[in-house]
């Protein structure tokens, strides 16, 4: 008798506990609910940012190191192996490269 007592109870109580979970909670926002939290931020204060050429003075300094080497290789034009050919190509891409990247301008694609 004792068991069927807590049974009966077992099984309300998992009842109710299935309706409230399976059930949507309600949710209410309060309308003033996002001037509140404007009103707690603190005020955005205005950044001068001074704009830097970290980029293209890295890049100037680039043609001139290949202007360097590339003239060491010139000057050393005996040896045409298929070593210094290559290398010698290679720093002309570098160079053509660069060239063009600096004669492109702050806004590569205008439209």
């Known amino acids: 008798m004792g068991t069927e007592v807590i049974g009966v109870e077992g099984r309300e109580l998992e009842r109710r506990i299935?309706?409230?979970?399976?059930?949507?909670?309600?949710?209410?926002?309060?309308?003033?609910?996002?001037?509140?939290?404007?009103?707690?931020?603190?005020?955005?204060?205005?950044?001068?940012?001074?704009?830097?050429?970290?980029?293209?003075?890295?890049?100037?300094?680039?043609?001139?190191v290949l202007l360097v080497a590339l003239f060491a290789i010139v000057m050393r034009g005996a040896d045409r192996s298929v070593v210094g050919v290559t290398l010698e190509w290679i720093l002309c891409g570098e160079f053509v490269l660069l060239a063009v990247g600096l004669g492109?301008?702050?806004?590569?694609?205008?439209?």
């Open 18 to 64: 299935v309706g409230v979970l399976e059930g949507s909670p309600a949710v209410t926002i309060a309308d003033d609910f996002a001037v509140r939290v404007c009103a707690r931020l603190p005020e955005r204060r205005v950044l001068s940012v001074a704009r830097t050429r970290y980029g293209r003075n890295a890049m100037w300094a680039g043609v001139g």
């Open 104 to 111: 492109m301008g702050r806004r590569p694609f205008r439209q």
